[in-house]
């Protein structure tokens, strides 16, 4: 062991290596080096090891597969040759050969993508009132290292490898090689890996109905453009966003589309990482993924009346298909009005069903929305003896400008 003293690091040389290898990134790997020529000087010396320890920091126990993505294409293979070489060119291993500059970068920003779809998957299938991931260290991993596979087979097979003009249906001969590719590779992962990727793909498969109302022919396409294009369009909320990742034209027609991922999860359970679950009860966590357009909760008849809706919609547009829209609602528990004794004891670190929610909704927008225009200066008008039941302020322009609705009715039925 050799001792450094050099800017007042009287270390032993495997205590620099240890300190170095516990770095989370390889950016702090980086800045630790510069600190001294002892770190540096010990780097060089083990430059495989501790490049390998940080990678393994960032990326946890599926770092043999995040490594198989980040170094395709690989010598030897290409993807018009016989995928089933593909296993033997790049194999799943521990192999500690050294990590490039650009692996590093890929490895890091394919970690955060997975890290950030677990955080969701976690959400959505185990803990609905946590938006970080509570999986156990097993799930977590059983997760990433499908996470990376799936990457792996769209690296193999991106949806932008055929334009729609290449692909006939009825082209059997061609249809049948695509789908000896795709089992070739499928088929390398022992049955219980399988489950574990058949489990994945039906999450995605999920993620991607709640944007476009599933459609099974889109959703089949839209697989193909891996984690990353999944988790792009559920932070967009749209698959639009996906656009230069795949011909949209495949979306325009209902029939099967040959050449993606077709998954079975639609029909067969998975329950290999987590039994399902979902976005059934409502929290915090979840509200900004509330399914329903608020100008629809306006109560009763102030839906219908144009003088209402259209300033409600400007006034709430910048919510929709926004994270705004979760601290937006729970701001509304703080409104508590006689009209709504029901939901006195409604607390927002509980839960809620959409039914149940969605009348809270209802009984409080509209309360929300007159504080908000009142102290935007707006003057209300006379009140309507009929308020937000009125029927007139439908169809009756005059009636509606000149009469405020925003209030409880005094006649009629205020229920």
Request: include cysteine.
């Amino acid at each position: 062991m050799t001792m450094g003293s050099y800017n007042g690091l009287p270390l032993d040389d495997d205590i620099l290596d240890r300190i170095m290898t516990f770095c989370p990134t390889f950016g702090t790997l980086q800045s630790t080096i510069l600190v001294s020529k002892a770190f540096h000087r010990v780097f060089q010396a083990h430059p495989k090891s501790i490049n390998r320890s940080v990678a393994y920091n960032i990326v946890g126990p599926a770092l043999p597969q995040a490594l198989r993505v980040v170094r395709y294409p690989y010598d030897g293979y290409t993807s018009d040759g016989d995928p089933s070489t593909m296993a033997e060119v790049c194999p799943e291993d521990h192999d500690p050969s050294v990590i490039t500059a650009e692996e590093k970068e890929t490895l890091q920003e394919n970690s955060r993508v997975v890290a950030v779809l677990e955080d969701i998957y976690s959400l959505t299938n185990k803990d609905r009132t946590s938006k970080t991931s509570v999986l156990t260290s097993e799930e977590s991993w059983r997760f990433r290292r499908a996470m990376y596979r799936i990457m792996l087979y769209c690296h193999l097979f991106p949806g932008n490898r055929y334009s729609k003009e290449e692909i006939d249906p009825s082209d059997e001969e061609l249809v049948d090689k695509i789908r000896k590719q795709r089992i070739s590779i499928l088929s390398d992962y022992p049955t219980d890996d399988l489950r574990e990727l058949h489990s994945a793909v039906k999450f995605l498969c999920n993620i991607f109905d709640s944007v476009t109302n599933a459609q099974s022919n889109v959703t089949e396409a839209l697989l193909s453009t891996g984690p990353s294009g999944v988790l792009r369009a559920w932070q967009h909320r749209s698959y639009h966003v996906l656009e230069d990742d795949i011909d949209l034209m495949f979306f325009e027609d209902d029939e099967e589309i040959p050449i993606f991922i077709k998954s079975t999860a639609r029909t067969t359970p998975a329950r290999v990482v987590l039994p399902p679950g979902g976005l059934k009860l409502y929290t915090a966590a979840n509200w900004d993924r509330f399914p329903i357009i608020l100008t629809n909760l306006l109560k009763n008849n102030l839906k219908l009346n144009q003088t209402v809706a259209q300033p409600f919609y400007a006034a709430t547009a910048h919510l929709v298909n926004s994270d705004a829209l979760g601290p937006f609602l729970g701001d509304l528990f703080a409104l508590k009005i006689h009209t709504a004794p029901a939901f006195d004891d409604w607390e927002k670190t509980d839960s809620y069903c959409f039914m149940c929610f969605t009348k809270f909704l209802e009984e409080h927008l509209w309360i929300w929305f007159l504080e908000e225009r009142t102290k935007g200066g707006w003057t209300s008008p006379e009140d309507c003896w009929y308020g937000w039941n009125c029927r007139t302020q439908v169809h009756k322009p005059s009636h509606a400008e000149t009469k405020n609705h925003l209030c409880i009715p005094k006649k009629g039925d205020p229920a």
